[in-house]
């Protein structure tokens, strides 16, 4: 490591050393304009600590889904071979790349009160998403799951594929493989999966306010109560935001300790 | 005893496999050639891990394998086992639950597993390792582990591929000890000719993805089929026992040795090396023996010569040096090597009972 490190030429250290400036300042900014003082107060307010657990429980959710959905999604992706797969990975991926507000604008125009899988849903059994906590979910979960599909495909691609040939070769069902031969072993990309998508959920603001609206009680998350503050109160916004870093900071933290790297 | 009948092709990307052989009464059939010849790929179409294209698998009386009839086995319910290369040990099982694994397949309550397991670990001897992980262990252990829960399958057809390839010298003894003990019928890759000595009957040899030779041990080492063959079997392999600079063998021979040694140990050496006589040689090659020539084979200017008496073995001569001595079969002749060319390996641990 140390003679990879000292064999880094000086001008893309000197560009390197520009690219951290540029995304290191914005926080330094932020925690220099924060009125520290006011933190805990701020913190504490009961608007806050609702939005504070709106953004905890429909990360968490939305990370149970893209659990649910994602293991399969990225398994396939990863193994399968079919025609058109190609066009299938990139549709999933594309939550990734779309402006967030399209994304949330296609879910309106499908699952909304009018949309018409939304309509039918409102009709059959009386639930409409849009100004839900549920609608929030599935908004979160729509710009998440691909942050897990990925971390699972590309570490189940790399899978020693003769471990399972080995529990094959043994006796157990290709399902039986699966689930104590090929999910163990992929324990740490899916734990970097949930991880990532928790925190992109937990960041998700645009597909959120376009979907599922902007309501105090069921869909108000730390991004759009920041978003209010703004225009409002900016010391509020700004502590806010000071607090989104620190949870987000601290998960990558951890991610890196643990998940990311590893092997 | 498992019969294998396998009479057919396949392709794998751009390289077509073409496979004959039938093993009848073969119990330890060891498969050889050079690297890329289609050996591993043998391996995987029996453990249903490739298809064939054309043609008939059957073990035993059971077709696993004829895309005619659109028969197809898959892995997990063949009565074979392949060991892959380096054994492929779960890496997130402990050892007990590794070789409690083939038990939990057939459906045993998990208590039950691990109570069949311990037994494996016992006769095994791994006992002791049992909770440890597979990153634990020497790689040794790892090839008994990896031995210890193949067979634990109880297997109708064990299959090996080069299961003493990255062992160091003790854990290949420990390895061909308990191949050697065993009753199951064994299919094994290997790239060491003295393990194919030690512990096959009969032996199929590949080359460029085809079945060039398929025989019992003693005919194809007599007639190997290709230089490629006759170079891997260019070796003899002699056991007895050995006190200092003196070796035994078994029949009563007594050879010199050029390090001391001691207790049960083989000495090999290549047939090349062995030089025949009309009378007792004189000069500095320390072993001499008096034998019967058995069998005379020509190929490419050097002659094999079968020599029994004592111990039976091989001389490699030319064909100039063959016209000299008059040989014809059934004569007797003086056979000397050097201690130098004696090539001694040592049984680690007493024989397994």
């Keep these: 490591m140390e003679t990879q490190k000292n064999s880094v030429p000086k001008i893309i250290w000197a560009g390197a050393s520009i690219g951290f400036t540029f995304l290191l300042v914005p926080f330094v900014g932020l925690s220099q304009r924060a009125p520290w003082s006011s933190f805990v107060q701020i913190v504490t307010e009961e608007t806050v600590l609702k939005s504070i657990s709106l953004s905890m429980i429909i990360a968490t959710c939305s990370a149970f889904i893209c659990l649910i959905l994602g293991i399969p999604l990225g398994w396939v992706l990863a193994k399968a071979d079919f025609r058109g797969l190609k066009l299938v990975r990139a549709i999933v991926l594309l939550p990734m790349v779309l402006p967030p507000v399209a994304g949330g604008t296609a879910l309106l125009f499908a699952l909304g009160r009018k949309g018409f899988i939304g309509e039918k849903i409102d009709s059959w059994f009386g639930v409409t998403l849009p100004f839900t906590t549920a609608g929030a979910v599935v908004a979160a979960s729509f710009v998440s799951l691909p942050f897990f599909v990925l971390s699972i495909e590309s570490s189940a691609t790399q899978l020693d594929s003769q471990l399972e040939e080995a529990s094959l070769n043994l006796g157990a069902t290709p399902i039986r493989t699966f689930f104590t031969v090929s999910l ?65 900071l601290s998960v990558l933290v951890t991610l890196r300790g643990n998940w990311l790297v590893q092997r | 005893m498992t019969e294998i009948f ?14 004959s052989f039938e093993s ?23 453990a249903g891990h490739n298809r064939l294209h054309s043609g008939l698998l059957k073990i035993d009386d059971y077709v696993y394998d004829e895309p005619a009839s659109g028969n197809f086995t898959p892995a997990h319910r063949r009565k074979v086992t392949l060991q892959h290369q380096g054994g492929s040990i779960f890496p997130h099982l402990t050892v007990e639950d590794n070789v409690a694994f083939p038990y939990r397949s057939k459906r045993n309550s998990k208590r039950k597993a691990r109570t069949l397991a311990s037994e494996t670990l016992e006769a095994f001897d791994l006992l002791q390792i049992k909770d440890k992980y597979p990153n634990q262990l020497s790689g040794g252990q790892v090839g008994r582990v990896s031995l210890a829960r193949s067979l634990a399958k109880q297997p109708e057809l064990l299959m090996l591929d080069e299961p003493t390839s990255a062992l160091d010298i003790e854990s290949v003894g420990q390895v061909h000890q308990i191949l050697q003990s065993l009753t199951t019928t064994l299919l094994l890759v290997s790239h060491d000719p003295i393990e194919v000595l030690k512990l096959s009957d009969s032996i199929i040899a590949l080359e460029e993805n085809k079945i060039i030779q398929f025989g019992a041990l003693e005919s194809v080492i007599s007639r190997p089929a290709t230089q490629w063959m006759s170079k891997f079997f260019d070796l003899n392999l ?97 056979a000397s090597i050097k201690a130098t060319e004696l090539n001694v390996l040592q049984n680690p641990i007493p024989a397994r009972t």
């Design chain 1, 184 to 248: 163990p072993l992929l324990r740490n990309s899916i734990m970097a999966g949930v991880a990532l998508s928790w925190a992109r959920a937990l960041g998700e603001f645009g597909a959120t306010i376009t979907f599922a609206g902007d309501n105090p009680e069921q869909t108000r998350t730390l991004p759009l109560q920041l978003f209010v503050a703004l225009e409002t109160n900016p010391e509020r916004a700004m502590i806010i935001g000071v607090l989104m870093v620190m949870i987000s």
């Design chain 2, 6 to 19: 396998l009479s057919g092709r396949t392709q794998l990307g751009l390289e077509e496999f073409e496979y």
């Design chain 2, 24 to 46: 009848n009464s073969s119990k330890r059939i060891a498969v050889v050639g050079p690297n890329g010849s289609g050996k591993t790929t043998l391996l995987r179409l029996i």
């Design chain 2, 238 to 334: 002699v056991s007895g026992t050995a006190s200092g600079l003196e070796f035994k063998t078994d029949s009563g021979e007594i050879l010199q040795l050029s390090q001391s040694y001691s207790g049960n140990v083989e000495v090999s050496f290549p047939s090349s090396a062995v030089s025949l006589h009309l009378s007792p040689p004189t000069g500095s090659p320390r072993n001499k023996w008096k034998a019967t020539v058995a069998s005379l084979d020509t190929k490419d200017n050097l002659v094999r010569v079968k020599l029994v008496g004592t111990f039976d073995c091989y001389a490699t001569i030319t064909v100039p040096s063959f016209n000299e001595l008059e040989i014809v079969l059934g004569s007797t002749i003086w």
